[in-house]
Every structure is written in structure tokens, then in C-alpha cells.
Nanobody
């Protein structure tokens, strides 16, 4: 089992940047594929980005491609989401998730563990 804790959210102006972190407990972080999802008020939770166990493969939603970068440090048991050129429509609670898989996954049901989320608000 793994426990996930997100951090790094906050309020930023449009065009700004934020870096989210997801710290994982346990010594088996490298055995999990990881992902970022987000949920805006009144909307369903949606896929943002995913990364393979080694970090060698990544996948992005079209809405964030070219602006967001997912990465991980298996020594620090931490995953990151660098968010640049933020837009008001990026405003949401951002969640990290872990899956017992070697694949890069984008479905909510593919993930086994979830963090509590961190709020990102982008003002216009």
C-alpha cells in the first residue's frame, strides 16, 4: 500500500507557473505508475498527465500538452507536475494517483491509490 500527499498548490495569475509535488510513503514507489488528475467545480475528475515507473514514458492530456511537464524522482519517492503558462481554465483541485502497473495509464479506474488533492487557482 502507498500513501500520497500533494503539495504546491496556490493562487497564481494567468501566465504564471506552479510546481506540484506528490510525496509517496513506502519503499516501493518505483513499482507504481503515477498520474495527475484534476477536478474543477461542477465537473468530473479528468486526466492531466501520467508517467511510467521508470519515468521514461509520459502521456499528457491535449489541454496541457506543451505547458505541463510530469516527472518523478524514485530516490525521493516524489512525483512532480511543472505547470507553466497557466490559464484560468486550469483552476481545479489536483490529485496524484498511483497504479500497480508498468504501463502509462490515463483512466481513473486504472489507479489504485489517491491523494487528498491540492487546490490550484488561476486568476485572469
Amino acid at each position: 500500500q502507498v500513501q500520497l500527499v500533494e503539495s504546491g498548490g496556490g493562487l497564481v495569475q494567468a501566465g504564471g507557473s506552479l510546481r506540484l509535488s506528490c510525496a509517496a510513503s513506502g519503499r516501493t514507489f518505483s513499482m507504481y505508475a503515477m498520474g495527475w488528475f484534476r477536478q474543477a467545480p461542477g465537473k468530473e475528475r479528468e486526466f492531466v498527465a501520467a508517467i511510467s515507473r521508470s519515468g521514461g514514458n509520459t502521456y499528457y492530456a491535449d489541454s496541457v500538452k506543451g505547458r505541463f511537464t510530469i516527472s518523478r524522482d524514485n530516490v525521493k519517492n516524489t512525483m512532480y507536475l511543472q505547470m507553466n503558462s497557466l490559464k484560468p481554465e486550469d483552476t481545479a483541485v489536483y490529485y496524484c494517483a498511483a497504479a500497480r502497473s508498468f504501463m502509462v495509464l490515463k483512466g481513473l479506474d486504472d489507479y489504485d491509490y489517491w491523494g487528498q488533492g491540492t487546490q490550484v487557482t488561476v486568476s485572469s
